[in-house]
């Protein structure tokens, strides 16, 4: 439906600026700096910018742009994963040796967590748990099947619950059954203190 | 210049957690332990999206104006 003329071109931008807050968190979150994720933020832009041509109008923008973004971090990421040989373990190694803290477990514990999370799991976690897509949605943007979706947020979860166990479960929430749920997630369930 | 900022939380799906309780017999600390996760996450995440836009992207996007989106024979009256 496309008016022919005047005022595409401003529309279109528009629309585009109103996703920019949701694409930077989203690229935030994913890649955990704030810097490379204004690159992939840009990078998008002008890739949706140049390929306007193959966004059919009335589908989801927003999830185009994301599907965009994720790519071109995946695209990276697996250029990185050949040269660098080991990217989650050293991520694994800087948490382990982030000094332990008892105080109250602020947001970056968990931005910390959130990093050595496998990307695929981190991904599927922010677009259904922070991003507000359906997990149908999610699997479109991600190219797999809507299970492969749910498992890989089940698995996100169970990993942040370990890692925070870890490193915070003082932390973890002022009542117990906070933390006794903590507990069992880090345990797999095998420790249990009701019933016979 | 009119900016749409939707927030993350205002499209939220309902069923955000079907499927999540099905290999747990703790329905209840699992949830509590989601609910623990899901806040953390959306904290983390609504503060990038409460950030203002930064200015470089306002400035590509007026740079980009110049150039037409998609078809090379859309019509642009001047500026």
């Known amino acids: ?196 | 210049m009119m900016q749409e900022r939707k927030t993350a939380s205002a499209e939220r799906p309902d069923d955000d957690r079907s499927g999540l309780d099905e290999r747990s017999d703790k329905p209840n600390l699992e949830s509590t332990l989601q609910d623990f996760i899901g806040n953390k996450l959306r904290a983390v995440y609504d503060e990038v999206v409460s950030e203002p836009v930064p200015d470089r992207f306002a400035e590509l996007l007026k740079a980009m104006d110049d150039v037409p989106a998609s078809d090379d024979d859309v019509d642009r009256s001047g500026e």
Not at chain 1, 18 to 34: D, E, K, M, T, Y
Request: net charge negative; charged share 25%; with cysteine.
């Open chain 1, 1 to 196: 439906m496309s008016a022919p003329g005047t005022g595409i071109n401003e529309a279109l931008r528009d629309e585009l600026i109103g996703h920019i807050p949701n694409l930077r968190a989203f690229a935030v979150s994913l890649c955990g700096s704030v810097d490379r994720a204004d690159d992939y933020v840009q990078e998008t832009l002008v890739k949706a910018w140049s390929n306007m041509d193959s966004f059919k109008e009335g589908t989801n923008m927003r999830a185009w742009l994301f599907t965009i973004l994720r790519n071109a971090f995946f695209s990276d990421y697996r250029k990185k994963r050949r040269e660098v040989a080991d990217v989650d373990g050293q991520m694994a190694a800087k948490l382990a040796s982030h000094p332990e803290q008892h105080g109250h477990m602020d947001l970056d514990d968990f931005r910390e967590a959130l990093k050595i999370l496998p990307p695929d799991q981190r991904e599927a976690l922010i677009l259904i748990g922070a991003s507000g897509f359906s997990y149908e949605e999610a699997a479109e943007i991600c190219e797999c099947a809507v299970g492969t979706v749910k498992s890989r947020v089940n698995r996100a979860r169970n990993r942040l619950a370990e890692t925070l166990s870890i490193s915070s479960s003082q932390d973890f929430g002022p009542d117990r059954t906070s933390q006794a749920a903590m507990a069992i997630a880090s345990v797999g369930g095998a420790s249990r203190s009701s019933g016979s």
